[in-house]
Every structure is written in C-alpha cells, then in structure tokens.
T-cell receptor, first 117, second 107 residues
Framework: GAVVSQHPSRVICKSGTSVKIECRSLDFQATTMFWYRQFPKKSLMLMATSNEGSKATYEQGVEKDKFLINHASLTLSTLTVTSAHPEDSSFYIC?????????????FGPGTRLTVL | GENVEQHPSTLSVQEGDSAVIKCTYSDSASNYFPWYKQELGKRPQLIIDIRSNVGEKKDQRIAVTLNKTAKHFSLHITETQPEDSAVYFCAASLFYFGTGTSLTVIP
C-alpha cells in the first residue's frame, strides 16, 4: 500500500506558541489531503480538506485562522496550530486518498501527539 | 453534512466467537463505506470497504453488509482472535467516521 508520513510524531509546546505538523505522501501524489483531530477514546473528526494549489476547505466550527493549512506541493501538506492553548492538545492525523488503491482508498499518517502546557 | 452512528461502543467476545458492529448514516448520497481498525496510539488501517452497488463483501474472516434502503451497514468478524482486539471505526464516504467500537477478544 501507499505510505503517508507525518512529522513530528510528538510535540510538547508552551501555551501561545505555534506548532507546524507536516504530512507527506511518500510514494504517490496527493492533490487532496485530509486533517483530522482525535481525542482520547474518541472518533476521528475531520478538520479540513487540504487542496494542492488552492485554499483549504474547513469543516464547520474549525477556526481557519487558528489551524493554518498549506498544501505546497503534490506530496506535502502542513498544519500549523497558531497560538496553541492547552485545549488544542490532541492527536492530529492526516490522510491522503489515492495511491495504488485508487481515490477511494485512504492512507493515514501515523499521527502527531500535541501537548500544550 | 453526514451523520454516522455506530453501536456498540464497547464489545467483548470470547475467542472464536463472532463480533458484529453496526452503523447507520444519514446522507442517502453516500456511496462508499470503509471500515478501519485502530490499535492504541497507531494510525487507522483500512480492513474492508463496500460500495453502494454491492450488498455484501467478504474477505476471509471479515464481512460487511450494506442496506442502502435502511441506510445501515455492518461489520462481521468470525472466529475472533485476541489480535482482533482494537477500536473499529466505520465511515460513510471518505471522511465521516462513526464513534468507534472498542472490541476485546478474551482468550
């Protein structure tokens, strides 16, 4: 199957700082990537759809100015959590559809555990 | 948007027994229904999927059924093994997930 990487895997930061998370499709091109947030023992909540070469599409209730998404190339999307606060602490996962499985197959990154002190 | 409900939230079965997880969805336009397995601290992994032109699909011990009229679909795992223990998520379309089912298979 296709591989999606995510970096960093774990980050601890102070309240008020910004954190950038990278999502890369390693062996296929992804014009679209998805960003999710997952709380402990909860489901994945779609935050936004990242589109290469255009603005991201945010889900209702997700602050676009707080969660900045940039899809700079066909293999890289970044999520920047700006002015992070403790309530932003969560598990963030990206995914990309495509690869050999076709557009209906979604490949997930390993996730980033963000802890804001 | 789509609303996906999943039941039960937790499920314990004896090794060798079957496990069934059910999901309902709200948007009749949804036509793709994947199931994911997520182990603790790891990424979700696709285990099986079904599209709306098919009523049932099977892959070894795993099967999924879909009732488009009633807007519900189910995951069936037969001959469960301890390594099947994980959280299972259904989804309608690519990115609307159910609330998850924590499956424990007791040896």
């Amino acid at each position: 199957g296709a591989v999606v990487s995510q970096h960093p895997s774990r980050v601890i930061c102070k309240s008020g700082t910004s954190v950038k998370i990278e999502c890369r499709s390693l062996d296929f091109q992804a014009t679209t990537m998805f960003w999710y947030r997952q709380f402990p023992k909860k489901s994945l909540m779609l935050m936004a759809t990242s589109n290469e070469g255009s603005k991201a599409t945010y889900e209702q209730g997700v602050e676009k100015d707080k969660f900045l998404i940039n899809h700079a190339s066909l293999t890289l999307s970044t999520l920047t959590v700006t002015s992070a606060h403790p309530e932003d602490s969560s598990f963030y996962i990206c995914s990309a559809p495509g690869g050999r499985g076709g557009l209906y197959t979604q490949y997930f990154g390993p996730g980033t555990r963000l802890t804001v002190l | 948007g789509e609303n996906v409900e999943q039941h039960p939230s937790t499920l314990s079965v004896q090794e060798g027994d079957s496990a069934v997880i059910k999901c309902t969805y709200s948007d009749s336009a949804s036509n793709y229904f994947p199931w994911y397995k997520q182990e603790l601290g790891k990424r979700p992994q696709l285990i099986i999927d079904i599209r709306s032109n098919v009523g049932e699909k099977k892959d070894q011990r795993i099967a999924v059924t879909l009732n488009k009229t009633a807007k519900h679909f189910s995951l069936h795992i037969t001959e469960t093994q301890p390594e099947d223990s994980a959280v299972y998520f259904c989804a309608a379309s690519l990115f609307y997930f159910g609330t998850g089912t924590s499956l424990t298979v007791i040896p």
